[in-house]
């Protein structure tokens, strides 16, 4: 299970927390189910709360606080923030505030399309608030300045998705609309800058036919294996591992919804009231 090349340690045993702004967070605890499977996970996503990718900065930085103080009770050992929004406008507070390591969508994402991008002209679709924070472009320009970044909000995407809309002709429509002026543009990579956008993979590499599309979910966990197996934190594979879900309202929604993302039930989900924190 995991890598028995790197040390385990009983602080291995502290549980990863992750928190995005609903459900779609459960792309990153899929890809943690697959990459690390022997980890304890408290995922918390902010139901009452989402969209924040058309909120204000200072309104997500403040629910990203709140939404960390709540994990961070349970003594977690790494913080993966998986909403992009959230990465793009507060990582850094965060970081600075909390003593476990905080990972977020961005970064990976960023040099996972360094790497794959062979003519250095990236694509980025994302939220509104992601996209007008210009997270991907500033660090892709600041790790290599000769790269190029277009980028694309898909506001329709999230909720298309959380319908279950996943293919047929309205959501075909949809893809093809965005995508039209990033496909004039000769790129070779395009990042799925949101939790949601993994679930349209097959329209989206449809439309792009030949463009590695670069999933931050997948890109974040293998950053925090490496990150936990640095420190010698890994948790060790021969347990049945916990998940437990919070959600700060409609756990029912969060039930149903979420096992599209996730493939399986998702059980035990508490509501908790995330404004105290
Ligand atoms: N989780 C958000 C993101 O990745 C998408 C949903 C929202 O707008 O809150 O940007």
Known sequence: MTDDRIPVSREGERPIGVFDSGV???????ELFGQLPGENIIYFGDTARVPYGIKSDRTVVKF????????????????????????AV????????????????????????????????????????????????????GINPSARIFSQACSLFVPLVEEGWLEGEITAAVVRKYLSSLKKKSIDSLILG???????????????????????????????????????????????????????????????????????????????EIEKY
């Open 24 to 30: 779609g967070g459960l792309t990153v605890v899929k």
């Open 64 to 87: 990203s606080l709140q939404n960390s103080r709540f994990l961070a009770q349970f003594k977690i050992k790494l913080l993966i923030v998986a909403c992009n929004t959230a990465s």
């Open 90 to 141: 507060g990582l850094d507070i965060l970081r600075k505030e909390f003593p476990f390591p905080v990972l977020g969508v961005i970064e990976p994402g960023a040099r996972a399309a360094l790497r794959l991008a062979k003519n250095k002209r990236i694509g980025v679709i994302g939220t509104e608030a992601t996209v007008s924070s210009r997270a991907y472009v500033k660090l892709i320009e």
């Open 194 to 272: 949101c939790t949601h956008y993994p679930l349209l993979k097959p329209l989206l590499q449809k439309e792009m036919e030949g463009i590695v599309l670069i999933d931050s979910a997948r890109e974040v966990v293998a950053e925090a294996k490496k990150v936990l197996g640095d420190r010698g934190m890994l948790g060790a594979g021969n347990r049945t591992p916990y998940r437990r879900y919070y959600v700060s309202d409609m756990p029912a929604r969060f039930v149903r919804v979420g096992k599209m993302f996730l493939g399986e039930d998702i059980t035990p989900v508490e509501q908790v």
